[in-house]
């Protein structure tokens, strides 16, 4: 994937998920939010945070961005872009720390994100897949333009599919 190495927004700067992103991704991992609606990644020390992350960025159907607040530096969260075999196209993700959630940073950096790769031409359709109960994600990808498509059962776990083209996503303000 050849989407530049940083985006910036009106409140955040986004960059690759890299090994110094470890106590973010060792904090977020561990968060209820992440083990319920994502799934528990074992993730207990700074070890096993550069393990995930390598794994992470030695997989070529999938990008992790690490958020954080331009003005401080600080991380907050992550925004994922991943080529699942089961779907079509490329799905978006979103998690951040519960005491960044809403305060609109997610739906700032997804939008920053999908732009960025609409613009490049990287993607013509993004999907999104939660689990239904997720109501709190629902909203997020109905705002960010993604519609309802279909229900999937992967896993024994049943999973919502949204589903948007570049021009319905280009044009959400």
């Not at 927004?9 to 470890?22: A, I, K, M, T, V």
């Not at 990644?41 to 992350?53: E, G, L, M, S």
């Not at 279909?150 to 024994?156: A, G, Q």
Request: net charge negative; glycine share 4%.
């Amino acid at each position: 994937m050849d989407t530049k190495k940083f985006i910036k927004s009106d409140r955040l700067f986004l960059q690759r998920l890299s090994e110094n992103d470890d106590q973010l991704i060792l904090e977020l991992l561990n968060t209820d939010g992440w083990i319920e609606f994502i799934g528990n990644r074992n993730i207990k020390t700074t070890d096993d945070a550069i393990a995930y992350i390598q794994k992470i960025n030695n997989n070529p159907n999938i990008t992790y961005w690490t958020v954080k607040l331009l003005d401080s530096g600080i991380a907050i969260g992550l925004v994922t872009l991943i080529k699942r075999e089961y779907l079509e196209h490329k799905d978006i993700g979103f998690a951040f720390l519960p005491k960044f959630a809403n305060k609109g940073y997610a739906f700032e950096a997804s939008k920053a994100i999908l732009k960025s790769l609409i613009i490049q031409k990287e993607i013509t359709h993004i999907l999104a897949e939660t689990l239904p109960e997720n109501i709190v994600s629902i909203k997020l990808i109905e705002k960010l333009g993604l519609q309802f498509e279909k229900t999937i059962e992967i896993d024994n776990e049943i999973l919502c599919i949204y589903k948007a083209s570049a021009e319905q996503i280009i044009s959400i303000k």
